[in-house]
């Protein structure tokens, strides 16, 4: 299996477009407010904010609901052929007016998800507004404004198109294109071949005309398209048209490629949106961590600081991992001979030379130590760098897989984004101590909140009880409860070696 940030981008995705639906009836009365107070100041932004209004809560709220795949393909589709055309201004400001009503809506919501929730539907409006914004490229390569371009030419003998799938052992037809657009009918039409479903079509548009009729079967993608033609020579219509899809298939394999390079950026984009609210270690170990599974393919991750000094990795914390038994993890680097190789060919002589790569690892067992191969089920995994760019310096790794005993291969696009997520990582890590391993990973253990701090450095410098109580404004009997704890979290035997232990790891 391929790790393909285009499933993970689009569970994003699927995310924020649950979310519209799941809010529908607070979401259309906003937009209802929103339509009436563009009507009293009039002018083109009002009739662009009322088609707008329309044309998204047909695709938002239509039934049945498709997945954000579909929904994104007819909603391109829809772009390219809707009678009012959106202005680049009209399109960013529709696009933004809607998206903040359905802030709003989800705003209301409360739990751990609530930031990815925000953020889930900043990329789906996000995503939207790049569709229409680039609506007249997507239209030269939309395979339904192609089709409707052969029916409408006069220079060409093309009756109509139809566009069928083959569903179990029937043959149906999901759409036909005449003269006059998309040919709307009752009855659908099926068989249980090609053959019979041409000769179906044929019957439901009869001709007038005394030309010979055909019907050209030309296979797309995932469909074929059944293409009626009048005359002698329509058959020598064939090669043209083929010619024709491969100019097209061309066309949307380069978007798709532009597409893919565009992928590990939002990703990126996503992910440090993510760890930038870190108001603590503690939150920039988790945030981290859970960032490298949020947004990018993979299920569980754990995160380890390096020391260059005695060649260390140190377990900090882990996600979908125990991270106690993480932190328990203290390897030599020489103890992983794939990862002692890799270091040394980064040629430590010049640190400007230095490029920080992810290694993918195909079999876990022929790079680490057998036991935590056996312990946490290893198969195949990435080791990612968390380094500081500014300094060009290693801090540390995290180790990315897709859960136990899972195989996978690792493309480009993903290999991209994890050095950019370790370059994010660094610098944030950094903030909090991250370039000093040892000291992250003692003072992360500890867990010692933000108050127990302000205790505890009230303790080293010397203040009694009763003064380390006025100072915080707390009683002698919170302030003794806080020491209390505090030795306890540090396994410390009194107050002094507490605040020793404390100096001595630069928690304060």
Known sequence: MALSLDRQLKAVLQTGLDLVRSHRNFIEDEWAAMRAQVREHGG???AAMETGIDFFANHFFSEPAEDANVFFIKLEESACTVDARFHPNHVIFVVTMLENAVHRAVSGDTGADSRRNHQAVQ????QIGELLLSTPFHEQVNITRLVEQLVSSRQLPVDWVARAKQRHSRYEVTAIIGPDGLCRRETPLAA???????EKLLAAFPSSSTKERHVLPVPWREETLLIGT???????LLPFLTFVLQIHAAGESMRQFTQQKQQWKDAVRLFNNWIMPAGTLREALEKVTQGFVNYLPFERCALFAYSDDDRTGSG???CELNADEIRRIKLPIE???LLEKNLKNLLPHDHHMRLWQPIYIPSAEEAFPLQYVRKFQLKTVVVAPVYVPSENKLIGAVVLDQGPEKSFKMPRETFMALMHFGQSAGELLTKYGGDEPERTRTSFSYQLSQRELDVLKLMADGATTTEAAEHLHLSEYTVRDYVSTIMQKMNARNRTEAAVRAVRNGLI
Do not use: I, M, R, Y
């Open 44 to 46: 083109k932004t009002a």
């Open 230 to 236: 009048s005359g002698q020579d329509a058959a020598s």
């Open 316 to 318: 900090l914390f882990g």
């Open 123 to 126: 990329f789906l409006f996000g």
């Open 192 to 198: 249980e071949s090609v053959f019979l479903l041409s």
């Open 335 to 337: 103890h992983v001979p």
